[in-house]
């Protein structure tokens, strides 16, 4: 009797132990990219932030380093891989391969790292990861993926949710920041918000999971295009806080389902102003470094140039509407601000739009190579504004010296930072290097942060290369590089 007794209490106690254990094995993550820590805090202090402070009164909070170059497919890529650009090999929203000048758009088969989610699904976890860049097309994990940008149309695994996604009306992403008039882009923009959270919430509800991430990328595109209207106090001037309170919102919702679990809320980088932006390759250009063919296409190009309506063409909207078109063809296909440069000629280039690094000609030998390096880094170092006299750029970074990994070498030779008021463009503008009058309004500042509930911080600061092995070590796995190097020590612990 007394054997029966101590049985069942030894029985009941394993179930009881064992259901502790999965609760406290939940993690939820929710991104919110680009959110400023500033902007957060004044919000918190006009009481309009309640569950943030919440969040902030109960959890802490930890300064993120950022990544170059500054776009949210390398962040987030980051983020999600442990693993700096070198190793993951993701340089911007175009990359293209310095040996062949082969342009593209990069997809989730060109992530040279395995994701934290491909790692916890190896070892029997179940992950649902909502709008991450880079994951078209979705992998197929033990979970649930619904693709983020850059996606040619609505990805998902299993491929059965995508049928479910279109009837409630699921967006990749809001219409345009750039060329959508100010009040079809906020309808928009909430309209995207509040499905996406609603899909959130439904599969917080209907799956089993482990590890919940979700991310909103709302109030980057807001603040790209009304940051100046806030500064201003404008007509739109209340727009960008009107959004953070909404995001408030659903992250109480979010959280209030998640429970009492441990919970974490990334912001890959800060926001601030830009008043004008330089134009790389037409620096380049006019230094003599680059050299366009003489072909009558590029004749005609210059020609449209001048009076300026190429650029707006390769803004964002339309950048992505045209490219995804051709996504399914082959990636040389893919091509994008094809100039017709003459590369045996060219002795540096960029090769992406937004915040690109700069590529030394693989063609030169390494001394060559090295010495071009400096040189640019000397002359971009003096750059300056005609008007202010201040200098365009803060930072001037060598990959080689800040990446490590087998991928430093695709990846381009000179990192950027530009000083406040100004970002850097890789596109040609024959009307002058810097542009104004811009429709973006807002850009990317270095840095970010990151909440943690629930979870005890080891440090103050960390990178966003940190959190991956972070979350590994949370389900008690071990992570390692593919080449065996091991990641990071964690920055957080339960
Ligand atoms: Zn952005």
């Known amino acids: 009797m007394r054997f029966k007794l101590i049985f069942f209490v030894f029985i009941f106690a394993i179930l009881f132990m064992g259901e502790v254990t999965a609760v406290s094995q939940k993690l939820f993550i929710i991104g919110i990219e680009g959110a400023s820590y500033d902007l957060i805090v004044s919000l918190m202090k006009e009481d309009k932030l309640p569950n943030l402070s919440k969040l902030l009164k109960d959890g802490k909070v930890l300064n993120l380093t950022s990544e170059l170059p500054l776009v949210s497919p390398v962040t987030w890529t980051s983020f999600a891989t442990g693993v700096n650009p070198g190793r993951h090999g993701i340089f911007g929203w175009q990359q293209c391969d310095p040996y062949t000048y082969e342009t593209y758009i990069p997809l989730s088969s060109d992530i040279k790292e395995k994701t934290f989610w491909r790692i916890l699904s190896e070892h029997g976890k179940k992950a649902i990861i909502i709008n991450m860049y880079l994951t078209y097309p979705p992998e197929e994990v033990n979970g649930t993926i619904i693709s983020g940008m850059p996606s040619p149309h609505l990805a998902a695994y299993p491929k059965s949710l995508e049928d479910e996604l279109e009837k409630e009306g699921y967006k990749l992403e809001a219409k345009g920041y750039v060329d959508t008039p100010k009040d079809e882009f906020l309808s928009d923009l909430y309209d995207t918000t509040e499905k996406r959270a609603r899909t959130a919430l439904k599969l917080m509800r209907s799956e089993k999971w482990d590890l919940f991430f979700v991310l909103f990328t709302g109030i980057d595109r807001i603040q790209h295009y009304l940051w100046k209207d806030m500064e201003k106090n404008s007509k739109y001037g209340e727009e960008i806080p009107r959004y953070y309170q909404f995001i408030d919102e659903k992250i109480g919702e979010l959280i209030g389902q998640a429970g009492d679990i441990p919970i974490l809320i990334v912001s890959d980088h800060g926001f601030r102003r830009v008043e004008k932006r330089f134009h790389l390759n037409h620096w380049l250009i006019e230094e003599g470094y680059l050299k366009l063919k003489p072909t009558p296409k590029n004749f005609v190009k210059t020609l449209l140039l001048k009076t300026s309506t190429f650029i707006k063409k390769i803004r964002l909207n339309d950048l992505f509407l045209n490219l995804f078109k051709k996504l399914g063809k082959k990636p040389s296909e893919t091509m994008v601000l094809n100039f017709d440069i003459d590369y045996e000629k060219t002795k540096a280039f960029t090769c992406a739009f937004y915040e690109p690094g700069i590529y030394i000609n693989k063609r030169m030998n390494e001394d060559l190579r090295e010495k071009l390096i400096n040189e640019i880094t000397q002359k ?17 970074r060598r990959s080689s010296e800040i990446y490590d990994g087998s991928f430093t070498d695709l990846s381009p030779d000179i990192l950027l930072v ?14 002058g290097l810097l542009e104004s009058n811009l429709k973006e309004t807002g850009t990317h500042e270095y840095g970010g942060f990151m909440i943690l509930k629930g979870l005890r911080p080891k440090s103050k600061n960390a990178s966003l290369e940190d959190i991956a092995t972070s979350i590994l070590s949370f389900f008690g796995i071990k992570a390692e590089h593919s080449d065996g190097v091991p990641g990071f020590t964690p920055i957080f612990e339960k």
């Open 418 to 431: 530009t000083e406040k008021n100004y970002s850097a463009v890789g596109g040609f503008t024959f009307s």
């Open 380 to 396: 971009l170092k003096k750059v300056k504004d005609p008007e202010s006299d201040v200098p365009i750029f803060k930072e001037i």
